[in-house]
């Protein structure tokens, strides 16, 4: 790396931002998948900033138990406070606990990058809230209780509870989904919201991000065996409380066609997309990868959302999967940085054009000697505006539905 690091210095020169550090991450026999997504989530500028902030506040607490957490600030302190500019630095006690923490990741096979880092954020999270929920504890034991004049506060009944607690993970990488479902007979439309970390997308050949994702949020009619069951139709169809011997027919009867739709409530600051490369094929009996060429935009506009506003992004680091099948192949990670791009290949860095990315869409056609393809997008909110909607978007009737969340 020393040869490398000095070329990349060469290649930077004057440019070389001020503070930052580029460091490979030594392989540790498979560990290719961990090393990319690592690199991704470091340049991940908001995310490591509050990373670093966490080290600093808890680095006196000697006593502390040892977790992905502070196993994962302690590897992002060594790169940011190191005095070379480049280099290597082998990220073993990370490695060694994410292996502890799960068996999943103990063995020496290919492993899946999008697993990985689905698994490392929910770690963080439940860790996080842990010492919330612990440091709270503290904080009303250490207290003497106060004197209310209308009851105790927080007390929670009839099945209320109390608001999630929001982790600086959640406010970087957290999104809101509402599941959005229209009954055909009443025009009732029931919205289930959901969260997510990452949106994970169909591919097809010859695409992009964009048409992706007008996939994601297009209309199904559920009809048939997948027929939706109303809570109004079901109320308007009962006569009194059926009995049990009638129950069957009740269900039945308050089956109706239905068109559900997925849209984005509330975009994350951190949008990150999962294309999904691998897919089982029941002729084969087995997953085969999609070398699909899936055009990613280096600006996207995500428009499918809940409320009329279109979201801005920029692309700033990309996960590739090299190789052909799903069982077997390498990651690597490209990365912008102050306006550079640059190519991690495990303890290898590299400085490349930004026209280079596109090389990393996919392939036109099936074979091809090409198998470096895109496989998690890393997007970082530029901010939002509101538009006004399209009359013909996704409207299925001319009636104003009732709209009920639940």
């Known amino acids: 790396m020393g040869a490398a690091g000095s070329k990349l210095e060469k290649a930077l020169g004057d440019q070389f931002p001020e503070g930052e550090r580029y460091f490979g991450l030594e392989n540790f026999g498979n560990t290719c998948y961990c090393n990319s997504v690592l690199q991704a989530l470091y340049f991940c500028v908001p995310f490591r900033e509050q990373l670093l902030e966490y080290y600093s506040s808890n680095k006196s607490a000697g006593d502390a138990e040892e977790n992905l957490l502070t196993c994962l600030a302690d590897l992002f302190t060594q790169i940011s406070s190191q005095k070379k500019k480049t280099g290597v630095i082998a990220p073993k006690r990370f490695v060694q606990r994410l292996k502890k923490q799960n068996e999943l990741f103990r063995s020496y096979m290919h492993q899946d990058a999008h ?13 996080l809230e842990k010492e919330a929920q612990a440091a709270k504890s503290d904080q009303e034991t250490s207290s003497p209780p106060e004197k209310m004049g209308n009851g105790p506060k927080n007390v929670q009944a009839n099945g209320t509870h109390k608001d999630p607690l929001v982790t600086w993970v959640h406010k970087n990488f957290q999104g809101i989904l509402t599941n959005e479902t229209r009954c055909l007979r009443c025009e009732t439309v029931t919205a289930r919201d959901e969260t997510f970390f990452d949106l994970s997308l169909d591919i097809e050949q010859n695409s992009s991000i964009t048409s992706c994702l007008k996939n994601f949020s297009s209309t199904e009619t559920l009809n048939a065996e997948d027929k939706f069951f109303c809570d109004k139709c079901c109320s308007k169809d009962s006569l009194g409380q059926p009995d049990s011997g009638q129950v069957m027919l009740f269900m039945i009867c308050s089956l109706q066609e239905a068109q559900k739709r997925m849209k984005i ?80 290949d495990d303890e290898n860095v590299e400085m490349i054009d930004e026209s280079a990315v596109q090389t990393f869409f996919g392939s036109a056609q099936e074979y091809s000697s090409n198998t470096d393809h895109g496989y998690i997008l890393f997007y970082e909110s530029l901010g ?8 013909l978007d996704l409207v299925l009737e001319k009636k104003q539905p009732m709209l009920v969340v639940v």
Not at 298 to 305: D, Q, R
């Open 384 to 391: 939002t505006r509101y538009y006004k909607q399209p009359q």
């Open 115 to 127: 697993e990985f880092l689905n698994f490392l954020l929910n770690e963080l999270v439940d860790i």
């Open 265 to 344: 409530k509330k975009p994350p600051h951190i949008l990150v997309i999962h294309l999904k490369r691998f897919k089982y094929i029941e002729q084969l009996g087995r997953y085969k990868k999609l070398s699909y060429r899936v055009v990613f935009p280096l600006e996207l506009k995500l428009s499918n959302t809940v409320e009329d506003v279109e979201s801005e992004y920029s692309l700033f680091a990309v996960v590739v999967h090299v190789g052909s099948g799903p069982n077997h192949g390498h990651y690597v990670s490209l990365v912008k940085s102050h306006n550079h791009w640059l190519f991690f």
